[in-house]
């Protein structure tokens, strides 16, 4: 029995339709893996800035490191308990070094390397890193506790102050993990080395 004109014409619409289809699909397959190498392309190379810039900020840090390093450590041994009941409610600072930098204003952006303990003079926090000192804080990148930001005021850069910082201007009643419990006065020996 021969198959209709209509028929005919239905078996060729549906195997048209199937080869545009087999065809189309077989096209966003191509394209999709040209675009997932075009992908793969740039995140490695977004890869390679991110490591040229890391090897960067290291060699930059290990500069600064051996420059800095022997005039910082000598107050490595400089924490020690102290009274936490006579801290008061101010921020109090002692120079260990005057500066003949420029001086810190409330605005001023710049590096420091620090050590910072609490009462029981334990380090919670420190520049010093295996005979060595890590990248110095940078303050147009980073946030400070605003003990720390009144204590640093009316330094010179290439002075070291230590200040001493009730609990309400430092971590006040949240705290800071397990080193500084809430409401822990906190001290910091801070070294400027350059403004920005």
């Known amino acids: 029995m021969a198959t209709k004109k209509s028929q005919r014409i239905g078996i060729w619409v549906i195997a048209i339709v199937m080869l545009v289809g087999t065809l189309g699909s077989f096209a966003v397959m191509v394209l999709s893996s040209q675009n997932q190498a075009a992908d793969l392309a740039k995140q490695q190379e977004m890869y390679k800035e991110y490591e040229k810039t890391l090897k960067e900020q290291q060699a930059k840090a290990d500069e600064l490191s051996a420059k ?46 620090y050590i910072g303990w609490s009462p029981k003079g334990k380090v919670f926090d420190s520049s010093i890193d295996d005979k060595k000192l890590k990248a110095p804080i940078d303050t147009s990148e ?55």
């Open 68 to 113: 800095y390093y022997d005039q910082f450590k000598q107050y490595e041994s400089q924490p020690a308990t102290f009274d936490a009941a006579t801290v008061g409610d101010k921020v109090t600072t002692k120079d260990l070094k005057q500066g003949d930098g420029s001086e810190i204003k409330s605005d001023t952006k710049y590096q420091a390397y």
């Open 142 to 196: 980073s946030s400070l506790i605003e003990g720390w930001a009144k204590g640093v005021e009316g330094m010179k850069v290439g002075g070291v102050r230590e200040i001493t910082i009730p609990s309400d201007l430092a971590y006040g009643e949240k705290g800071s993990g397990d080193d500084i419990p809430p409401n822990t006065p906190i001290k910091f020996i801070v070294m400027v080395i350059a403004t920005k």
